[in-house]
Every structure is written in C-alpha cells, then in structure tokens.
C-alpha cells in the first residue's frame, strides 16, 4: 500500500508540474481559470498522498524517523504545501517549477533507498526544536526560490525581453514584498530552532553537532544582516538575491550537507537530530 501511495504522489506532483508549465505559457487563454483550479486540486491530492505515506514512516514506535531521504521527503513535503497555501491566494504557483521536480525525486528515492531507523527521541522540548528547524529550513527554501525569480524578472524587464513565465508573474515590487516577508518569517523561525536547540539540546556544541551549529549561526547571521540592510539602506535586486541565497547555502550545509556526508559517505551515526 505504501510502494502505491509514493507512486500515486508522483504521478499527481507530475501531472502538476505539467499544468503549472502549460499555464505559463498559455496565461493569456479566456479559459485559465478552471485550468488553474484543476492544477490547485491535483497539488492538493499529491500534498495529502504525500503526507499519508509520510506519517508512518516518520512517526514509528522507535521515536521520529529523520534519516537523511526521509528528511528530505519531509521538508520538500512542508514546502510544497506551503507554495500551494500561498498559490491559493497570492498565485505563487509558478515556483512549484522548481520543487515539484525536486518533491518528485524526494518520494522516489524514499522507494529505491527506504530508511527505518529513528534518529531522533520523543523529547517534547526536542520534538519542538526539529518542527521549528524544518519549517525555518521550508520557509527560506521558498525564499531562495523567490530571490531567483526576482532576480530573473528584473533582468528580462530591464532588457525588455519578456516571457510567458515573467508576464505571469506578479508586478515587480509584489515580488520583491513578498520576498522580505517570507525571509522575515524564517529568520524568525531560524531563531526559535536555534534558541531551541540551545535550550533542550544538552549541548549544542558537541563534536558530532558543532559544524551544524556554527553553520546554523552564521545563516542566521547572514539573513539578519539583509534584514538589517533592507530596513536601513533599502537593499534589493541582485544585493538581496546573493545575501539570499548565501544565508540559504550555510542553512543547507548546516542541515543536511553534514548529515549526507555521515549518513550516506561516511556510514556514520544516523541518530542525529537535524538542527
């Protein structure tokens, strides 16, 4: 039932992708609407078969299962539901061209390389500082994605060189809004997990944790800077982009790029909390 499941969430993320991409380049058909809420409902059926199959392979009697493949279905689940959440009402669907791909080869690799072991124990404090790491982590996924869009956007509008996918896109300045919004809410959810971490873990700075928290620190640091910048020298464009994307490159090493290499490289411990 479970092999059946992870296939009915790739079709359905598949068939997704394919509408959010004909949607792209047919924006201006009369008949966009329905197509759009035929695409809304196939994102939501793959959303809740992703999570039924999710639930029992995380949740087990030995504690969180948060090995490597499993954590990654397990954010790219988060993510997506989110960009549906938002595609509802702010028409962020377009950024599903990215993660759906993604989300897709995060459900196939939980079927060919399938994972048992619990890594974490059923601590609430602990429970707390994972929920918060991997909704921060989802979040500023989701900013990344934004800042390259933005990024994109501006470049073919200033060579006035538009597509189907920038003409779909919202104006500009949304954009850019919504980009500081979504980055202000992970940086908040950063803090939490981090603050978190420091509280119910017995200590954060452990041999086998030490890269992840310093990691964890500096991404903050990065993304509390841009916030800074954007609020007193009103940065933006490229500047945003690249402060973006290199806060979310130290998060992506602090979260998962130590826990492949000692998972998957090294054959290490896989009883590690992702902080």
Not at 36 to 43: D, I, K, N, T, Y
Request: proline share 2%.
């Amino acid at each position: 039932m479970s092999i059946i499941l992870k296939y009915s969430t790739i079709l359905f993320y598949a068939l997704t992708f394919v509408l959010i991409l004909g949607r792209a380049h047919r924006i201006a058909d009369s008949d966009q609407s329905g197509k759009r809420g035929a695409m809304l409902l196939l994102w939501f059926i793959a959303c809740a078969l992703h999570a039924i199959h999710l639930y029992p392979q995380t949740f087990t009697k030995l504690g969180l299962n948060l090995t490597f493949y499993n954590a990654v279905s397990i954010m790219l689940f988060i993510i997506s539901a989110l960009i549906l959440i938002l595609s509802i009402t702010k028409k962020r669907e377009f950024l599903g061209l990215f993660i759906l791909p993604i989300a897709v080869a995060s459900v196939a690799l939980t079927i060919f390389r399938p994972e048992t072991a619990a890594s974490t124990s059923s601590l609430h404090g602990l429970q707390i500082h994972i929920v918060t790491s991997l909704f921060a982590f989802s979040v500023l996924t989701i900013s990344a994605l934004q800042s390259i869009l933005l990024f994109s956007q501006d470049r073919h509008l200033r060579k006035h060189s538009v597509g189907s996918i920038t003409r779909a896109l919202p104006p500009l300045h949304d954009t850019e809004k919504f980009l500081f919004q979504t980055i202000s809410v992970g940086f908040v959810l950063l803090s939490v997990a981090l603050g978190s971490g420091f509280l119910f873990l017995e200590n954060m700075f452990e041999q086998h944790l030490v890269h992840k928290t310093i990691l964890s620190i500096i991404a903050w640091i990065v993304f509390a800077l841009l916030l800074a910048g954007r609020w007193q020298f009103g940065w933006r464009g490229q500047k945003a982009m690249h402060w973006t994307l290199g806060g979310f490159g130290f998060l992506i090493l602090a979260y998962l790029g130590s826990k492949f290499v000692q998972e998957l490289i090294l054959s290490g411990v896989s009883s590690l909390p992702i902080t």
